[in-house]
């Protein structure tokens, strides 16, 4: 078998349990008999659909972005880390923070979107408020879901947004 999708099939499952990987391994060789591309694409989208049935995470398209201009600094680093192999699975700089605050309008978003796109992982939007419960308790269980879910997306670019929103008393 291919190294390289060996390698591929690996990243993809990442952060799965495991019956959330025989899962995804057994719907993925239902349509697929080998270990190919498809089969990795496959199991991205048994993770994908996981992730979206929670109701926290929504995926976010990379395709057709257009380059940033004013972001080179940042995505300078993304792409140095890339090509020295930070991102890959049992690197101890895999799982990187990167927190971006501004006015809206201001290119956040795009900036998520540019970053999925150079690493080329998916983006998933979550929002704060969708994580919030009016009963004790149900806020922090929100919160321990949401971590949970994007954990076992990785790899992938993580967008929590509009927080001063959610976090906002009325």
Partial sequence: PNQ????????????MNLTQLHAAIRTALVKEYDLSPKLVNEVMAFKKAQ?????????????GVPELVGWERLFGKIVSAKQYGAFEPGSVHNQQLYVLVGQAGTGKTTAAQQIGRILGWPLYQGEV????????????????????????AQPCVALLDEGQRGLQAD
């Fill in 129 to 152: 408020s969708a994580m919030m419960g009016s009963l004790m308790g149900q806020t922090e269980q929100g919160v321990k879901r949401a971590v949970d879910e994007i954990y076992a």
């Fill in 51 to 63: 992730l979206e049935s929670g109701g926290i995470w929504s995926q976010v398209p990379t395709d």
């Fill in 4 to 15: 390289e999708i060996i390698q591929r099939l690996i990243q993809a499952t990442t952060g």
